[in-house]
């Protein structure tokens, strides 16, 4: 699985495969993307998580 989406909430960004956009487009594209993101890492235990 490779990352296609970041979301910078500081900057007030997020980054797709075709760039940056302001982090109002995303209003309906991240609560989709937390949900899949929650099933994978707690129902699949797909992804280790560090916090630095």
Known sequence: ????????FQAGMYQDLH???PIE????LYPMWEDNFLT??????FFEMEVS
């Open 1 to 8: 699985m490779a990352k296609s989406v970041d979301f910078d």
């Open 40 to 45: 994978y890492w707690l129902g699949m235990g």
């Open 19 to 21: 760039g940056y956009h």
């Open 25 to 28: 487009i995303a209003r309906t």
